[in-house]
């Protein structure tokens, strides 16, 4: 009987979670494993731009560049914390990293330039998203940005801020500490690598979480 009973409660087991995708830790808390620098300038050790301490990404700010996953990623919900622990500038999530590395490569930015939060940054000359009632491409600059729908709500600096952002079949959504602040469907970019920018001052991030979609 007990033999019965704990195979019954296998099958129980599985059936309860077949078909649900596990939260991936996109970042462990100690250490950068899964992870890829890229800075502009060659001469930088990545380990002065980038550390780990007490379950947070630092980010230096400087050079510019960014640290990217080195697995891709197509269909998903990404969760993910930031602060400024002083001066707020520039920094961004970028979404469907394709092509070779660069500064500022073929790719969606979640914008997280302070008082900017939840834009969306078209990066690359083919790259193209539809939002209010058109197509949208970069024309004459590798860039065009997509303001958000509603005033910033970002928090002060030291406090940090939630990200929740939205990748599934060429539909993309930014949510800033629980508000939406950007949409766009048809994106012409819907697999690639995650990443996390340098471009200005200290920036931190932690519980970077990723749920794949199907």
Known sequence: MKRLLLVLGGVLCVLLTSGCAQPIRLFNGYNLDGWKPYAGDPSVDSSRIWTVKDGRIRCEG???GYLRTTRTYSNFKLNLEW?????ATNSGVLLHINGPDQV???CIEAQLRS???GDIILIGESVSLEAGG???QPQDSRYLRIPRMQPSNERKPGQWNRYEILSQ???IE???NGVLQNRGTGASL???????QSEGSPIEFRNIVLEELP
Do not use: F, H
């Not at 819907?190 to 996390?196: D, E, L, P």
């Open 62 to 64: 400087k050079p510019n």
């Open 83 to 87: 602060r400024w622990p002083q001066e």
């Open 104 to 106: 500022w490569p073929d």
């Open 115 to 117: 008082g900017d939060a």
């Open 134 to 136: 058109q197509t949208l």
């Open 169 to 171: 079949d060429g539909l």
């Open 174 to 176: 930014l949510r800033v």
């Open 190 to 196: 819907r697999s690639g690598y995650i990443g996390i």
